[in-house]
């Protein structure tokens, strides 16, 4: 099982070795201060260890078949009648 990493921000405190969203933290960045006196959280990064298995698989290049619409020749219909307010 081959790791890679990836990067994660989040306002959530972790050391290294804990889990963020499911995944191992390798390291840890602080990317906003913590102000408590203003009680503001802080932004951290973390770097984590992605399994191949946790990787989603690319985005198919070409859409598929239902999510297109139809232009109203291949729908059969050759004229497009629009109703006026009732």
């Given at each position: 099982?081959?790791?890679t990493t990836e990067t994660i921000?989040?306002?959530s405190n972790?050391?290294?070795?804990?889990?963020?969203?499911?995944?191992?933290i390798l390291e840890k960045k602080i990317?906003?201060?913590p102000d408590p006196?203003?009680?503001r959280l802080g932004v951290y990064e973390y770097v984590v260890a992605v399994s191949r298995q946790d990787k989603k698989p690319p985005a198919?290049?070409?859409?598929?078949?239902?999510s297109t619409?139809?232009?109203p020749e291949e729908r059969g219909v050759?004229?497009?009648r629009r109703l006026g307010t009732r």
């Amino acid at each position: 099982m081959t790791e890679t990493t990836e990067t994660i921000r989040s306002r959530s405190n972790r050391e290294v070795g804990q889990e963020v969203e499911g995944k191992t933290i390798l390291e840890k960045k602080i990317v906003i201060q913590p102000d408590p006196a203003n009680k503001r959280l802080g932004v951290y990064e973390y770097v984590v260890a992605v399994s191949r298995q946790d990787k989603k698989p690319p985005a198919a290049s070409h859409p598929s078949a239902g999510s297109t619409r139809l232009t109203p020749e291949e729908r059969g219909v050759g004229l497009i009648r629009r109703l006026g307010t009732r």
